[in-house]
């Protein structure tokens, strides 16, 4: 079934990966390139899931997660540098479903993905 992702990564070949790959599922995709823009998205639209890169100019995407969890219980995919860091320790304890560290394959992405969708 047809699901809203947004996607905020501020690496562009990122973001038009990603949406490509995503929509080719079926998916419908928002993009944008920062931790507030993401915030926005949330507001704007009715978001199924959403895949946040860590680092980002501005808030990161962490930040970012934390603030939309207070307000919308979302499934949300946090991008990494580091395996097992501490980051990945808050993003958990903020309420993050899963982690996938860059760089990852595609597919491995789109089974966390199905994963969080699963009702
Ligand atoms: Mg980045």
Request: contains cysteine; negative net charge.
């Amino acid at each position: 079934m047809a699901k809203k992702i947004l996607i905020a990564d501020d690496q562009k070949g990122v973001r038009n990966l990603l949406e490509e790959y995503f929509k080719q599922e079926g998916h419908w995709v928002i993009t944008v390139s920062n931790g507030l823009e993401a915030i926005e998205a949330v507001q704007k639209e009715n978001i199924d899931l959403i895949i946040l890169d860590m680092k980002m100019p501005g808030m990161n995407g962490l930040e970012a997660a934390k603030i939309i969890l207070q307000n919308y219980s979302l499934p949300i995919i946090l991008m990494t540098a580091y395996a097992k860091s501490e980051i990945e320790k808050n993003a958990m304890a903020a309420g993050i479903k899963r982690c996938i560290i860059k760089p990852f394959e595609i597919l491995e992405l789109k089974d966390i993905v199905a994963d969080c969708l699963k009702l």
